[in-house]
Nanobody
Framework: VQLVESGGGSVQPGGSLRLFCAAS????????MGWYRQTPGKQREWVAT???????NYADSVKGRFTISRDNAKNTVYLQMNSLKPEDTAVYYC?????????WGQGTQVTVSS
């Protein structure tokens, strides 16, 4: 399984970005997908999860501002990020877990700064 993130960039506080995670393989629809983020010197932090059935969960720090969604026909999971804050600055990673193995993408940088 290969995961490739895109959509990161620089934005001012209050702005929006949409992240994309494209997955290889035909079994994408069977698995839960998630987003994590990491800043230098800190542990990777869970952001959001979407199950194979479409149920979603969010970290308290992003609830109400971020939306995770998926398009199984396109093997893609999205993270819509609104009302961005400087503390959202991080490298964002896509993840799926298959048979107890974690599969990560390479990450995409999001910078929120005025």
């Amino acid at each position: 399984v290969q995961l490739v993130e895109s959509g990161g960039g620089s934005v001012q506080p209050g702005g929006s970005l949409r992240l994309f995670c494209a997955a290889s393989g035909s079994i994408f629809s069977r698995y839960d997908m998630g987003w994590y983020r990491q800043t230098p010197g800190k542990q990777r932090e869970w952001v959001a999860t979407i199950t194979s059935g479409g149920s979603t969960n969010y970290a308290d720090s992003v609830k109400g501002r971020f939306t995770i969604s998926r398009d199984n026909a396109k093997n893609t999971v999205y993270l819509q990020m609104n009302s961005l804050k400087p503390e959202d600055t991080a490298v964002y990673y896509c993840i799926t877990v298959i048979a107890t193995l974690n599969y990560w993408g390479q990450g995409t940088q999001v910078t929120v700064s005025s």
